[in-house]
């Protein structure tokens, strides 16, 4: 049987979002919330299709997201001043004081990730991670970066 690495990350995938649905519970976050919480501590502000574009999730699920962490407190969706069609998306208060949960919970991850693995091992598996998504980019966008169509959907 040849090695392919989708089974395996498919299972360290499944596994992530087991493990920081657990960590995360007791702040009532999903997994499926943390990274719009993660990447709005960075990036605040931002409408929903840039968090959808960033994160690689789709609108809908962005969207269904954003509703759960608007009634949980963690966010508030503002009109954009300049465009009344869209809304900014902002971290509360807690929002912003639940990061540290959120980062001690990939912390824990990464380190039983990284378990025995030496620093030289730990850079060389981020690296290689790194050049896959990469290689995923750019078999899903075209030269000039624009989206080209999804070979199994046809979906731009």
């Not at 049987?1 to 360290?12: D, H, P, T, V």
């Not at 509703?67 to 971290?91: A, M, T």
């Not at 912003?96 to 912390?107: C, E, G, P």
Request: proline share 1%.
């Amino acid at each position: 049987m040849a090695k392919r690495i989708g089974r395996l990350n498919s299972i360290l995938y499944r596994k992530s979002q087991i493990y920081l649905g657990k960590a995360l519970e007791p702040y009532n976050i999903t997994s499926g919330e943390y990274p719009i919480l993660i990447y709005l501590d960075r990036k605040n502000g931002i409408t929903q299709e840039e968090l959808s574009s960033h994160l690689y999730i789709d609108k809908s699920a962005v969207t269904r997201a954003i509703q759960s962490l608007v009634l949980k407190g963690f966010v508030e969706k503002i009109k954009d001043k300049g465009d009344q069609r869209c809304n900014k998306i902002y971290l509360t208060l807690k929002g912003h004081n639940v990061q540290a949960h959120i980062d001690k919970a990939l912390d824990e991850w990464n380190a039983i990730l990284m378990m025995d693995m030496n620093k030289k091992e730990q850079d060389d598996v981020y690296e290689l991670l790194e050049h896959m998504v990469d290689n995923v980019k750019m078999e899903f966008l075209g030269e000039n970066g624009q989206k080209i169509k999804d070979r199994e959907t046809g979906d731009e």
